[in-house]
């Protein structure tokens, strides 16, 4: 599915609403060519164009909302947290409810004993990038998604959303062999 740039001020409520549905049908009852999305799905677009508010305002109540579904999903913006000094992983822990342990070990619990899947969507995603820390982080997220994805005792899955800018910088993050989502699915708002 290709997301036109200028996509919140090109289409009506309706339209978006439809795109919004179909995402969060792919990504929760996948069809068989939607399994990609369990590497993880990275949203790119120029800043300003509206993927934060298509992710809040429409991907988000459509995810909660899917009959049969019940997914925790939680939202954080990496700026807004490195902004108040914060660590990416410090970011990612607290989103999560994590005091101890690994992120994959956490997760695989969670999941196991709250029997739904769970949907991280990090915005402001290419911040990871700009320390060891960031991107030591990520490598923990492709952790716990293997762990849990790949257990075939967890009927749940955890996925990862992540969102940003510039195109450079995200294609990085899933063109790269050395990257920890190399793989994922890119979406080019």
């Not at 549905?21 to 949203?43: K, M, N, R, V």
């Not at 999941?111 to 990090?122: H, T």
Request: charge should be negative; include cysteine.
């Amino acid at each position: 599915m290709s997301i036109s740039t200028d996509l919140v001020s090109h289409y009506d409520t309706k339209q978006l609403n439809q795109r919004a549905t179909a995402l969060a049908q792919a990504l929760l009852c996948p069809g068989p060519l939607d399994y990609h999305y369990e590497s993880g799905l990275f949203i790119v677009g120029d800043r300003g164009c509206g993927k934060t508010t298509f992710i809040q305002e429409y991907l988000m109540p459509q995810l909660k909302k899917l009959e049969n579904e019940s997914p925790i999903v939680i939202y954080r913006s990496l700026s807004e947290g490195l902004n108040k000094g914060d660590s990416v992983t410090s970011i990612i822990r607290e989103a999560l409810g994590i005091e101890s342990g690994t992120l994959a070990e956490h997760l695989a619990q969670w999941i196991r004993s709250s029997s739904c899947d769970v949907i991280l969507i990090l915005d402001d995603i290419q911040q990871s990038q700009r320390t060891q820390d960031g991107k030591i982080s990520l490598f923990s997220l492709k952790a716990a998604r293997d762990a849990v994805n790949l257990n075939p005792d967890i009927s749940n899955r955890f996925l990862l959303i992540g969102v940003g800018a510039p195109l450079d910088e995200i294609r990085k993050l899933v063109w790269c062999r050395d990257a920890a989502f190399y793989g994922a699915a890119l979406m080019e708002f």
